[in-house]
């Protein structure tokens, strides 16, 4: 098992451009989230899925698009990027929910947008 | 929605001595609740969690937390403190997702 997979580690946007961060599980976990961590505030959720098909808001989750159209992959998709967009952003999946067994974090990717 | 808070932002500690690690929680129902550790520029790990029964949990890496409803707390201590465990810990609550408090930064000193 890979576990959970994000792509791409880094990337350098500029204002306005659009941009989808992915990630992939192989644990057939329903339950996958997005986070941003930003340095004194640790980890917001922005979106997550309780499933194929569902998809929900968390705290912080304007700019920000989301599906889930597979139970394994669960793209981000930054629509017109913004420097507060600045940030580590984690995937992470679990099952059967949030709270389930373990939850898994995929390594993060750190988006710059200037 | 549920909330956690960390009220210690950065603790120091000498290689050795005893920790204890502050966390509080917001939620209606009986939470389940964990501790995560991040190491600089590395992904979480999971130390311990909590969903039911015996309130003193034991985690990976000789960590230990004791839930007590009456304070709405979830402290993560170590009996010895070793050089390796300097990183940030982040306390989490699960409600209907999952919510994390904003971190505690432990250096050690030698």
């Known amino acids: 098992n890979a576990g959970v997979t994000q792509t791409p580690k880094f990337q350098v946007l500029k204002t306005g451009q659009s941009m989808t961060l992915q990630c992939a599980q192989d644990?057939?976990?329903?339950?996958m989230s997005w986070y941003r961590q930003d340095p004194g505030m640790g980890l917001r959720l922005i979106h997550y899925?309780?499933?194929?098909?569902?998809?929900d808001q968390g705290e912080v989750p304007n700019g920000y698009n989301v599906s889930r159209s597979t139970t394994e992959d669960f793209p981000l998709r930054l629509l017109s990027a913004a420097p507060s967009q600045t940030s580590v952003y984690f995937c992470?999946?679990?099952?059967?929910?949030?709270?389930?067994?373990?939850?898994?974090f995929g390594p993060g990717t750190r988006l710059t947008v200037l | 929605a549920q909330s956690v808070t960390q009220p210690d932002i950065h603790i120091t500690v000498s290689e050795g001595a005893s920790l204890e690690l502050r966390c509080n929680y917001s939620?209606?129902?009986?939470?389940?609740l964990f501790w995560y550790v991040q190491s600089p520029g590395q992904g979480l790990q999971l130390l311990l969690k909590?969903?039911?029964?015996?309130?003193l949990v034991q985690g990976i890496k000789g960590f230990e937390a004791e839930f007590k409803r009456s304070q709405s707390s979830f402290n993560l201590r170590k009996p010895s403190v070793h050089w390796s465990d300097a990183a940030e810990y982040f306390c989490?609550?699960?409600?209907?997702?999952?919510?994390f408090g904003a971190g505690t930064r432990l250096t050690v000193k030698p």
């Open positions: 992470a999946s679990s099952s059967p929910g949030p709270g389930g067994d373990t939850q898994y």
């Open positions: 644990m057939n976990h329903e339950y």
């Open positions: 899925s309780v499933g194929a098909g569902i998809t």
């Open positions: 939620y209606g129902a009986t939470p389940y």
């Open positions: 909590y969903f039911s029964g015996d309130t």
């Open positions: 989490a609550v699960v409600g209907n997702d999952m919510r």
